[in-house]
Structures are given as structure tokens and as C-alpha cells.
């Protein structure tokens, strides 16, 4: 599928329990041709048997933790260290 602005994105089109629905499968180039169609078969198998891909995705843990999630985990270097700017340095 193509935006209006040109962004190019693979969409898969399915219809469950007379619903129709679309699924995002990626932006191209980020998600090649043959990753797409992986993508696919496991959707339209998900399909097949009752089950909604897009709530099965919604399912699944988080794989890899986004750049977010690190930075709120990760205490930066010296900060136990640090002190407030309205703070005298100790002696």
C-alpha cells in the first residue's frame, strides 16, 4: 500500500467472523518481500482457525525492549554521584 505522502507499507487484508480487517506487516524497505510473505502464512493460518492475528500479535511479549524502556532501566554513569544544583557539594 501506498500513503498519500508516498510511504510504502505492507498490508494484509482479512476478513474473521465476517469482520473485514487490516493488518500492518511493516514499512518497505524496513520489511523485505520474503519477510512480508512469512508474515502472511502465519496470519492467514492464524485466520483459518478462528483466531484474530491482530489480537495475537497484541498477545505477544515485547521481544526487544524499545529505546524507551532501556533509557528508563539504565541508570546513567556517576549519578550516584550526583547532586542538585541547589545543593552545597558535602565536605
Do not use: Y
Request: net charge positive; hydrophobic share 35%; aromatic share 4%.
Amino acid at each position: 500500500m501506498v500513503s498519500n505522502t508516498g510511504a510504502k507499507k505492507w498490508v494484509l487484508r482479512f476478513t474473521i467472523d465476517g469482520k473485514r480487517r487490516e493488518m500492518g506487516l511493516g514499512s518497505f524497505p524496513d520489511v523485505g518481500l520474503a519477510e512480508a510473505r512469512d508474515k502472511v502464512t502465519k496470519c492467514r493460518k492464524l485466520a483459518k482457525d478462528g483466531v484474530d492475528p491482530i489480537e495475537a500479535r497484541q498477545a505477544e511479549p515485547e521481544k526487544t525492549p524499545t529505546l524507551n524502556t532501556v533509557i528508563r532501566l539504565t541508570p546513567p554513569a556517576g549519578a550516584a554521584t550526583w547532586t542538585s544544583c541547589c545543593q552545597s557539594p558535602r565536605r
